[in-house]
């Protein structure tokens, strides 16, 4: 399945599952195309460098801090980061697992401050593991997603209650690709496609609920919050 706009072409080489035709919506992949579009060049420039950075300090090279930021961050005694959001102020407990639907809601109502919903190293990146996790996510954030267990019945959702944990996402890391999906010909970053589409589903229901999306960003250990509508 092909979605063209005047200069950007993104096919799926994957089934249409019902997962995937909830998620991989015209407009959610046109939002693809437009990522991938505009970061990928920058993307393989930046996972080259790091294969040179890694021969330097494989040689012995120690790595330094950037020289742009030794005076206007760090021997600048008024340079603050911006304060966490309140809904996150206590991390203090926090678990990881993978996005499938009742793992998803055990994490959630678990009592930790937060669950980390993994698209990398806790789920195999089969096409079915991502869009079913998509699927998942996006019923977490609007508090109406269920399980039922196939061999007895047993019925799992969330907590009603204010003491679920605060859902993270961890989109696949920035050197892995979306193998099921080309951008212009080329294979669509995992990152991206992990990113871009819970953003774009999500985003607003976020935003109304008085929250953010949240997102931690694999092998370089930050927190990015986001909080946008377009």
Known sequence: MSFISPSITVQIHAPMTRAASIVCTPDAMRFIGFLCDKFENRRQNLLAERKVKAALYDSGVCPSFPKETEESVRNNPHWKCAPPP???LDRRVEITGPVDRKMVINGLNSGANVYMADFEDSSSPTWVN???GQVN????VRGTITYTNPQNGKVYSLRQDANLAKLFVRPRGWHLDEA?????????SGSLFDFGLFFFHNVHECVRQGTGVYLYVPKVSIIIRLKLVW
């Open 137 to 140: 996510l996006r019923d977490a």
């Open 130 to 132: 991502m869009t079913d």
């Open 86 to 88: 309140k809904d996150i």
């Open 180 to 188: 099921h999906v080309r951008v212009n010909g080329k294979f669509a």
